[in-house]
Structures are given as structure tokens and as C-alpha cells.
Nanobody, 124 residues
Framework: QVQLVESGGGLVQAGGSLRLSCAAS????????LGWFRQAPGKEREFVAS????????NYADSVKGRFTISRDNAKNTVYLQVNSLKPEDTAVYYC?????????????????WGQGTQVTVSS
């Protein structure tokens, strides 16, 4: 199985940017489709973005389209989430997740492997 560790979260003012990283160890990284999810206090975990094994296709939640960008570097076993034009409603714990396979999935239950999360707080 694969182990995932997120980093890069923090406190930022509205309109600011962050780059979240998720480093993977264990099995062959390029075999895994990857996703980013987030969970705000009192809310369910929700899909943010996903990327195929090769990185040639991506998918985004409507709420982040045009502001967030997911990418991966298979040589570094790392997936990134560039988050721009942040809004207070983006405040959440951000998780990366992995699953074997080539199709893009947006549901929490489709991903068996999860990191511990990184906190993003956006002040107004």
C-alpha cells in the first residue's frame, strides 16, 4: 500500500495563495490515481480535485475551478495542489488520497488510502 503525508497548509489572507504538497512512499506512485479532498468544521469531507496516473487528465469541483490546480511529479512521488484566490470558505483540512486505477473518481469511498491532512485557514 501507499503512505501519504501532506504539507504546505497555513494561515493566509483572502486572495492569497498556497501550494499544498503530498509526498507518497511505499508502492509504485505512478500506479495510483490521486485526489485532494477537504473537510471544514461540522461539514462532510468533499472532493476538490483529482488527477490520473500520468497526469494527463484532471477533474475539479465547481467551487474551485479556475482557482486551484492539481499536478503531480511521478519522479518525486509527489502530488501538488496550487490554491489561488483563496476565500474564507476555503478554510478546511485538506487531504490527499490515492487509489489504484486509471479513472478519475470524486467520491470519498473510492479512495482507500489517505494522508493525515494539512490545515488551510483563510482570513477575511
Amino acid at each position: 500500500q501507499v503512505q501519504l503525508v501532506e504539507s504546505g497548509g497555513g494561515l493566509v489572507q483572502a486572495g492569497g495563495s498556497l501550494r499544498l504538497s503530498c509526498a507518497a512512499s511505499g508502492r509504485t506512485f505512478s500506479n495510483y490515481q490521486l485526489g485532494w479532498f477537504r473537510q471544514a468544521p461540522g461539514k462532510e469531507r468533499e472532493f476538490v480535485a483529482s488527477i490520473t496516473r500520468s497526469g494527463d487528465s484532471t477533474n475539479y469541483a465547481d467551487s474551485v475551478k479556475g482557482r486551484f490546480t492539481i499536478s503531480r511529479d511521478n519522479a518525486k512521488n509527489t502530488v501538488y495542489l496550487q490554491v489561488n484566490s483563496l476565500k474564507p470558505e476555503d478554510t478546511a483540512v485538506y487531504y490527499c488520497a490515492a487509489r489504484l486505477g486509471s479513472l478519475l473518481y470524486t467520491t470519498v469511498n473510492a479512495y482507500p488510502y489517505w494522508g493525515q491532512g494539512t490545515q488551510v485557514t483563510v482570513s477575511s
